[in-house]
């Protein structure tokens, strides 16, 4: 018999209730009532502790069909492995070095066993990430040699941009930092240990892109440094109103058809800003300007420095090198002129020296031995030429190009480390002269970009000619260039 429908649908009904009341019937009904009630205690009990209820009284049954473990018996049961693992100190190691090496440690002690290891594993790792970012570890930024900062925003997409995992999210490099922070704070260990990883793998990228295109231009920077330096070196050779001029010109740059010392150096800084700004191509066409414009100076006031030696030694006719401007020649001729007291013209390309006037009768010259020396060897002036000043032979460099070239082709060969040297009497008759020996070494002497010093014994020959190549030139390349130049300036 169903018991509640039956009270639920009789218990309002007076005249039921008088009637039981007489009998037995409310015996019967209390002790199903009692039974029900019974019944309803124990179902609701059962579901308390089924469904985890908190009551300090219930038990779980026997038999129970979900999980009976507490919070500290499933955190017992996880590893190291599980939380944070090999993979996660590996990708940390180069931005967290002291961190990953304190975990090793414990690892290695036996430490990181039970959960309060982990706890301190995970906490070492954290707060060695934290410093890493807040050290700027993860700026993706490069620097240059001179402590500026390179603008990476102008770099292709492929730089500006990287792809974080685990997600794949592609964010901006100047946001980098911020999305590994990010994922430290709100997520786990290893989501931010990947994205560290690839952060710094994207610097390292960027860095090496940057740094390769640097080396280049940094070197070609200083090659142009070193010529302008040489430059001033020639320049400052020179003496009374030529020099005064010169330096005008080639220096500061006040002539028309020359871009002087001050122009250059400007264009470097141009191509330095634009290497920062990584407008690689750009720097890099600005120097090959200005390293032309550069060398196209030290061939100038290097056959300027020559055509004075040729004009002491008297009359001559020097060839003008293709990348010395005519216009600023003949803008110093007439300073040439007064200064040396000679005649001097452009004839096509050639510079022409002639002696003004008789004056005291010299000597011929001789090859430092007392004998006249042949005059189809040497540029031997009319009667009455400027007298030779110091102790160099009158001898113009083109009257014995081939004998100084000669000389040069011997010193070929004999090179260690970065000299050449020849014993002189072991030249040919003709070449061992004095004077060939004395317009050779200063001709190398002039090459201040090339040659750091000349020896030639005194008295030579006999005697022994060395060079000495300044860093960076190798003995065989230091030949052929001074072999190039000498056939550019003075034939051959």
Sequence with gaps: MQIE????????????????????????????????????????????????????????????????TTAREESAGVTFEDRIGEATLERLAPVAPDAVERVRELVAEGRVTDPEGIDRAERELRHGLEDALAEGRLDVGVTGQDGRAYEIVNLPSRYRELSLPPSGETVHVDAAERAVRDRLESGSLREAAMAAAAVDDHHESVRRHVRDREAEIVDRRREIEATLSDVRELVDRLEGALADRVAEFVLEGRHDDVAGVSEIERRVSDATRQLYRCSFDDARRALRDADEAADELLVTVDFLGGLVGTIEHGSGRVAIPEAVSTALLADLTPIVERQYDVDATIDGDAFVVADRGPTAESAPPTDGIGEPVDATAVNEPDEGTTPVTG??????????????LFVLRELDGNSDGTTVQCQTERLPEGVARAAVLEELAAFCRRQTDLVRNVDLQEGAPPGFLEIEFADRTTPRDGLDTLQERFVERHGG
């Excluded at 205690?41 to 502790?49: E, F, N, P, S, V």
């Excluded at 032979?393 to 100084?404: K, L, R």
């Design 391 to 404: 102790n160099r032979s009158a001898v113009a460099p083109g009257a014995v190009a081939d004998e100084i």
């Design 5 to 68: 429908p039956w009270v639920a649908e009789r218990g309002t009904r007076p005249e039921l209730v008088l009637s039981l009341a007489d009998g037995q019937l409310p015996l019967v009904l209390a002790g199903a009532v009692a039974v029900v009630v019974a019944g309803i205690a124990i179902a609701r009990r059962g579901g308390d502790a089924a469904t985890g209820g908190t009551d300090a009284d219930s038990t779980p049954a026997p038999e129970g069909n979900g999980r009976e």
